[in-house]
């Protein structure tokens, strides 16, 4: 359509010979759907690396957090068998 836009009737007649040829050859015009896959099947894989990721951390994270509780209540427990209360204070 653009060189019969800018009235080049013989390059327009020459590019449909050449599309003829080519389609008559077994090439497609029809886009290939591999790049589109592959740019989904990108972000699906960074979506799913990024949530393990944040899992991994969290477990981390809850390790970490269940052994300071313990090393606390461990000290607590220490200080109150440390402490002889004979009387109240009130």
Request: charged fraction near 20%.
């Amino acid at each position: 359509k653009p060189l019969m836009r800018q009235a080049d009737y013989a390059g327009a007649a020459e590019q449909c010979i050449s599309d003829i040829a080519r389609i008559l050859s077994g090439e497609s015009f029809v886009p290939s759907k591999l790049p589109a896959f592959l740019t989904m099947a990108g972000i699906v894989l960074f979506i799913v690396c990024l949530k393990c990721h944040e899992k991994w951390q969290q477990r981390g994270y809850n390790e970490c957090k269940r052994k300071l509780t313990l090393i606390e209540k461990q000290q607590s427990e220490a200080k109150a068998n440390g402490f002889q209360q004979t009387s109240c204070a009130i």
